[in-house]
């Protein structure tokens, strides 16, 4: 037997010659190709020549009407959904309906303005009134009108409390001069008189008195004028976002200076006359009799109370008129007319009183509960100090007393300042509401932004281009 003779079953064939040799040889069996790969490799599709209009693929197919089509898988957590293609240029995309509960709907391509750099728009939809300053510009609801004055005091402190500070000082220190000179003069007068001319040395000292408590009534009503002017001017350029000092709103204020102190002098004058009529109701019952006193007096409380009746309403009607003095640069009677117009109606008439009652109620009420232990404090300071009444005790009473001036200073000050900004700040939201000012203020803001102008433009006057 040979070294290729190898043994086989009984009837099994023999392996041809060197059919062996190549089983051995042969590293790995070859792979099997199945049936449906046998042939030559499929080319890919034509692409179209230049010019010619390729047809869009066909859409997958939809299930017919009543079969259920399975919804698709949604993407795996982290991975990011890809939105769909676009449509091809004179195809209709039909619109794509919202995603289905718990799906992630994803976002539409980027613009081009954020790719680079720019932050995106905000959406359309309502947006809150601006505030550039002091006070929103819209029409101001019950709780804004309360609170913007004394907002006003904190926003701008130096101009606004200082001014009202500064003339609080200057009256109460003229006053007890000329007022302190003259009853010294009227004293010594009197000391060194003899009693033939007692009579007519006591007339003079009267009216030299009387005089000299004119001459700070008068200045009152200037300085009055002036506060009046400043915080409108104050409340007016803070409510555009601007805050003057103080030496710009006295400067600003004192061009109209004379037209707020006649509307003071013009409302004295009929307070003046209102007291007069009580005054001459009540001494012509006197000179009657004892009953016809009695008559007077109770005619003079009912002709009081309607006194009050009617000030409190002419009040409301004029209360805007120093604003529309210095705002809108019209004299006396013309301011007159046009607050008259201003509080025109039931809901403006009664949200403007109600508004100032209501302030100069708070501020009455802080000022006796901050000045009325003060004034319990002089007896009880007497008393300690110099309980014998030896004169020892004074210097402290002196002292006592003057820091009730001081503090009652400080708190008229304050309430004039609020009085005053509260009468404009219901002057802006009044043209807001019946003249859209609103619309021209922020027109004003928006453009001066832009603009970047440090100008002093007025826009509250009607008709004229800030």
Do not use: C
């Amino acid at each position: 037997m040979s070294e290729n003779d190898s043994w086989t079953a009984p009837g099994a064939e023999r392996p041809a010659p060197g059919a062996l040799e190549s089983a051995q040889g042969a590293q790995e069996p070859a792979p099997a190709v199945p049936p449906a790969q046998w042939g030559p490799p499929t080319a890919p599709p034509a692409q179209p020549a230049y010019g010619q209009y390729a047809p869009p693929p066909a859409p997958p197919a939809q299930p017919a009407y009543g079969q259920y089509a399975p919804p698709q898988a949604p993407p795996a957590y982290g991975q990011f959904a890809p939105p769909p293609a676009p449509p091809a240029y004179g195809q209709y995309a039909p619109p794509q309906g919202p995603p289905a509960y718990g799906q992630y709907a994803a976002p539409t391509g980027v613009p081009a303005y954020a790719q680079q750099g720019y932050a995106a728009p905000a959406p359309q939809g309502w947006a809150p009134p601006p505030k550039p300053g002091l006070i929103p510009l819209r029409p101001l609801g019950f709780g804004t009108l309360m609170g913007a004055p004394f907002q006003v005091v904190r926003r701008n402190p130096k101009a606004t409390f200082g001014s009202g500070l500064l003339i609080q000082l200057i009256i109460v220190v003229v006053t007890a001069l000329l007022v302190g000179a003259a009853a010294a003069w009227a004293i010594g007068r009197s000391v060194s008189v003899s009693s033939a001319d007692y009579d007519s040395i006591e007339a003079g000292n009267v009216a030299v008195i009387v005089i000299s408590a004119l001459i700070p009534l008068v200045l009152s009503v200037f300085a009055s004028a002036l506060l009046q002017g400043v915080l409108v001017l104050e409340v007016a350029r803070g409510t555009l976002g601007e805050k003057r000092r103080l030496g710009e709103l006295w400067k600003a204020a004192f061009r109209r200076i004379l037209p707020l102190t006649g509307w003071l002098l013009l409302s004295g004058i009929a307070i003046v006359i209102a007291l007069g009529v009580l005054v001459l109701v009540v001494v012509l019952g006197a000179t009657i009799g004892d009953a016809a006193l009695a008559i007077g007096i109770l005619a003079a409380v009912l002709l009081g109370l309607g006194f009050l009746v009617l000030f409190a309403w002419l009040g409301t009607k004029f209360s805007v008129v120093p604003s529309v003095i210095v705002l809108e640069r019209v004299g006396v009677f013309a301011a007159m007319r046009r607050s008259w117009g201003l509080t025109a109606g039931m809901a403006n008439f009664w949200r403007t009183l109600g508004v100032i009652v209501l302030v100069y109620l708070i501020l009455n009420l802080a000022t006796q509960l901050i000045t009325t232990p003060f004034s319990f404090l002089l007896p009880i300071v007497l008393t300690l100090v110099d309980p014998n009444n030896s004169g020892a005790g004074i210097g402290a009473v002196v002292a006592v007393y003057l820091l009730l001036v001081a503090v009652s200073v400080v708190m008229g000050a304050l309430a004039s300042v609020v009085q005053a900004a509260t009468v404009a700040v219901i002057y802006i939201d009044l043209r807001m509401r019946k003249e859209g000012l609103d619309i021209e203020l922020v027109r004003f803001v928006e453009s001066r932004h832009d603009e970047g102008s440090e100008t002093w433009p007025d826009p509250y006057q009607p008709g004229r281009p800030a």
